[in-house]
């Protein structure tokens, strides 16, 4: 289990310092998936970045296991079972999928073929491959996520991983986050605002302006947003000069 107790984040930019996290406090169990969401801006993604230790906490504990990392590098979260999946994956020139899968793995003995039938890609047609410019953006998240099966995570973090990959890819990427629960017993958190990727979700976090705001189920958050699609009438009417007759004042 990680649990997050009390905890902010200050960062720095051009114009000063700005708080991002505001005394969060959360708790992450084994073989869960959260899904995390908000609005634009509200620090989901900061809080991802302080969980694996991109950005180190102001204040506040994280525990893994009952063991304060808050402290601790990336690398030594990465040692004890920390995995993060990016928004976009880098792309290692002059590797293949193999050689990428076989040091993910840190010398265990991994078949990649199951971890590559686990993201829905073909043994055959990608172990041999360079992790080069020909790689889609779907096909590249989907082998960062069996980089990170490969490590047998005790904590799975994906920062909005469905961003820029196109519908087919978005389907297939569901599903890989349902067997990597399935077969897996990784706690995984997803950062996403898309409601295939809530759908999966054991419990939902909103985080806004940097504060947890609701901590809920993915049935109330969904209704939620099916009431926003059905109730804005925006331009639903218009007259012959293109001007909306009906307003929207939701």
Request: charged content about 30%; overall charge negative.
């Amino acid at each position: 289990m990680i649990e997050i107790k009390d905890l902010s984040l200050t960062l720095k930019d051009l114009e000063g310092e700005k708080e991002i996290l505001k005394n969060i406090n959360l708790s992450f169990h084994r073989k869960k998936i959260y899904v995390i969401t908000g609005p634009n801006g509200g620090g989901k993604s900061s809080l991802a970045k302080a969980i694996m230790g991109i950005y180190k906490a102001t204040s506040g504990q994280i525990l893994l296991d009952g063991v304060d990392i808050t402290d601790m590098k990336i690398n030594e979260r990465a040692n004890l079972g920390i995995g993060y999946g990016f928004q976009q994956p880098p792309r290692f020139k002059g590797i293949k999928v193999s050689q990428l899968l076989d040091m993910a793995g840190g010398g265990k003995v991994q078949n990649p073929c199951d971890l590559l039938y686990d993201v829905g890609l073909c043994a055959q047609d990608y172990l041999d491959r360079e992790l080069n410019a020909t790689f889609s953006g779907g096909e590249l998240k989907r082998v960062e996520i069996a980089s990170i099966l490969a490590k047998d995570l005790k904590v799975a973090i994906f920062d909005e991983t469905e961003a820029r990959i196109d519908l087919w890819s978005f389907q297939r990427l569901s599903e890989t986050f349902e067997n990597m629960n399935r077969n897996h017993d990784t706690t995984i958190i997803i950062i996403s605002h898309q409601d295939r990727i809530i759908k999966l979700a054991d419990q939902v976090i909103v985080l806004e302006d940097g504060m947890v705001s609701d901590i809920t189920t993915k049935e109330k958050i969904l209704s939620e947003i099916e009431l926003i699609d059905t109730d804005c009438r925006c331009r639903q009417n218009c007259d012959k000069g293109g001007r909306a007759i009906a307003g929207c004042d939701t």
